[in-house]
Antibody, heavy 122, light 107 residues
Framework: EVQLVNSGGGLVQPGGSLKLSCAAS????????VHWVRQASGKGLEWVGR??????????EYAASVKGRFIISRHDSRNTAYLQMNSLRIEDTAVYYC?????????????WGQGTLVTVSS | DIQMTQSPSTLSASVGDRVTITCRAS??????LAWHQQKPGKAPKLLIY???NLESGVPSRFSGSGSGTEFTLTISSLQPDDFATYYC?????????FGQGTKLEIK
């Protein structure tokens, strides 16, 4: 069974930092890119960024809204991806999800997991 | 960036109805288009990938079509479990982008 378990969310002050984790199981994690998507309360889905596989040099891409503040990494031997969030702003408050690549997992291993809530507030 | 626009934003329908949701892209997404379903308080769920491919375990009453800039999600006969919000997503180019969502309500 495919599972993605997010953790690390919580309450943080504006300007602070937080690191989210995404533990995957049930599929070939190291062969799939990993994406992060967020959703503010009552709002739509927003793509945050992506990290590719080792074969693709762990290349990263970010949304303009988080570029320079967020860093995505992965540890394939632990089947885990991370989202390091720095210089957090109130507008970063959202539920954060990690998801695998649609091109790799569409049809057999795609899962959204349960997400983890990040609240940025003073 | 490719902008995704869904219509309608809200749709009222009855059990048994056939419904269609449209998603338009500001530039071609080829067929790199997914549809996700989300129920209140829950994580989204992938329904359709690559425009017309049904995700494993998704009922066959769901279908997707289209390519380029216009896509549709069709539910052939609405069931009570289908009342939810639906999002399209392009994964043709970065940044990946989502439509604003279509809320499917019970009439």
């Amino acid at each position: 069974e495919v599972q993605l378990v997010n953790s690390g969310g919580g309450l943080v002050q504006p300007g602070g930092s937080l690191k989210l984790s995404c533990a995957a199981s049930g599929f070939a994690f190291s062969d799939s890119a990993v994406h992060w998507v967020r959703q503010a309360s009552g709002k739509g889905l927003e793509w945050v960024g992506r990290i590719r596989t080792k074969v693709n040099s762990f290349a990263t891409e970010y949304a303009a809204s988080v570029k320079g503040r967020f860093i995505i990494s992965r540890h394939d031997s632990r089947n885990t991806a991370y989202l390091q969030m720095n210089s957090l702003r109130i507008e970063d408050t959202a539920v954060y999800y990690c998801v695998p690549s649609l091109t790799f997992c569409g049809g057999n291993c795609y899962d959204w997991g349960q997400g983890t809530l990040v609240t940025v507030s003073s | 960036d490719i902008q995704m626009t869904q219509s309608p934003s809200t749709l009222s329908a009855s059990v048994g109805d056939r419904v269609t949701i449209t998603c338009r892209a500001s530039q071609s997404a080829n067929n790199w288009l997914a549809w996700h379903q989300q129920k209140p308080g829950k994580a989204p769920k992938l329904l359709i990938y690559k425009a017309s491919n049904l995700e494993s375990g998704v009922p066959s009453r769901f279908s997707g079509s289209g390519s380029g800039t216009e896509f549709t999600l069709t539910i052939s006969s609405l069931q009570p479990d289908d009342f939810a919000t639906y999002y399209c997503q392009q994964y043709r180019s970065y940044p990946y982008t989502f439509g604003q969502g279509t809320k499917l309500e019970i009439k």
